[in-house]
C-alpha cells in the first residue's frame, strides 16, 4: 500500500466515498460487499484445515 493511503483516515475516506454519485457509490458498495464476502469464506475454510495442523498428521508429508 503507498505511503499516502497510510495516511488517509477513516473519516477521510468515508468523506470522499459520500461524494461520489449515487451509481458510482452503489457500484462500490457492491465492489466492497463482494470482497467481504470472499474474506468472509477464506476465514471460514481455514477453519476447515485446523485439522491437518495436528501432531501426527505429518506423516503425509513424507515423499515416496
Not at 17 to 45: C, G, H, K, N
Amino acid at each position: 500500500m503507498s505511503e499516502t493511503m497510510r495516511n488517509i483516515s477513516l473519516d477521510e475516506i468515508k468523506s470522499i466515498i459520500f461524494q461520489l454519485p449515487t451509481q458510482e457509490f452503489f457500484t462500490l458498495v457492491d465492489a466492497i460487499e463482494a470482497r467481504a464476502e470472499t474474506v468472509a469464506m477464506m476465514r471460514l475454510a481455514e477453519t476447515g484445515f485446523q485439522e491437518w495442523n495436528e501432531e501426527g498428521e505429518d506423516i503425509y508429508d513424507v515423499e515416496a
